[in-house]
């Protein structure tokens, strides 16, 4: 029984340091993407772009904020960009209105990921093409669909 303990702890370790070497590479993949804004998306997706901008409540999201900001302490504050700002807290994400005018939206990144490497590469294979509820779930919870009446329409008034 001994032998079985030690062969499992040696294999777990073993693992764990496997994985621990595997992380810089995903890292370094995943660091190498960026938030490019909607604007960037709209110059090679004119249709998709011209529609959201007219018709996605997201858009023009961090309106709601600038109304709201009155009665909110500036953690209060800090804890709407996550929803209503591209990337907030990621890094090369939304920082502030005046240091990433162009990310002071929820843009199409908030739902495709960084754009970067796609509007270099031009591959589809480089952002999050198909989409489902649970990319919406980080920002339309359970918490929030009471307080914002979320009703789950996948791709409505987005495309």
Do not use: W
Not at 30 to 38: Q, T
Not at 43 to 72: N, P, W, Y
Not at 139 to 157: M, Q, T, V, W, Y
């Amino acid at each position: 029984m001994n032998f079985l303990i030690k062969v499992c702890c040696y294999c777990s370790l073993l693992a764990f340091f496997y994985l621990l070497c595997m992380i810089p590479s995903f890292a370094d993949e995943e660091s190498i993407k960026s938030y490019v804004g909607s604007e960037a998306c709209g110059e090679c997706h004119e249709d998709q772009f011209d529609t959201f901008q007219a018709f996605a409540r997201k858009a023009k999201s961090f309106e709601s904020v600038r109304i709201m900001q009155k009665g909110l302490t500036d953690a209060e504050k800090k804890e709407c960009y996550t929803c209503h700002t591209t990337g907030y807290g990621a890094r090369g994400g939304f920082i502030s209105e005046t240091e990433t005018p162009h990310l002071k939206n929820a843009g199409c990144e908030v739902c495709h990921g960084p754009g970067s490497a796609h509007v270099e590469s031009e591959d589809p294979e480089d952002i999050i093409a198909l989409l489902s509820l649970e990319t919406c779930i980080s920002c339309h919870n359970s918490e929030r669909i009471d307080a914002f009446k979320f009703k789950p329409l996948l791709f409505g008034g987005a495309h």
